[in-house]
């Protein structure tokens, strides 16, 4: 399984920006797939989820209210839309798959990785 994240960037704090993680079409079917993300000096933290197979999603709490995830069948990609962006959001945003976390854990050991996105949320 392969992935790859990429929208990230500067945005200022209040607003705006879309992650995309680009996945194979098996994992769109089968994989739960999760964005985890990693500020300096801080453990990586769970973001958001959601199994392919059943639809169930999952948000972390510090992100309830203002990020969306959502997959798009026909691009192969699932996507991270995240509003209302804090300075707390700041981090290096990964997108990861795994076959067997069924519940959408988001402290499960996901077993693939994508390289990860800068997200930087300044004034």
């Known amino acids: 399984v392969q992935l790859q994240a990429s929208g990230g960037g500067l945005v200022q704090p209040g607003g705006s920006l879309r992650l995309s993680c680009a996945a194979s079409?098996?994992?769109?079917?089968?994989?739960?797939i999760g964005w985890f993300r990693q500020a300096p000096g801080r453990e990586r933290e769970g973001v958001s989820c959601?199994?392919?197979?059943?639809?169930?999603?999952y948000y972390g709490d510090s992100v309830k209210g203002r990020f969306t995830i959502s997959r798009d069948v026909a691009k192969n990609t699932v996507n991270l839309q995240m509003n209302s962006l804090k300075p707390e959001d700041t981090a290096v945003y990964y997108c990861?798959?795994?076959?067997?976390?069924?519940?959408?854990?988001?402290?499960?050991?996901?077993?693939?990785w994508g390289k990860g996105t800068q997200v930087t949320v300044s004034s």
């Open positions: 990861a798959a795994d076959q067997t976390n069924v519940d959408c854990d988001l402290y499960y050991d996901m077993n693939y």
């Open positions: 079409e098996s994992a769109l079917t089968y994989y739960t």
């Open positions: 959601i199994n392919n197979r059943d639809g169930m999603i």
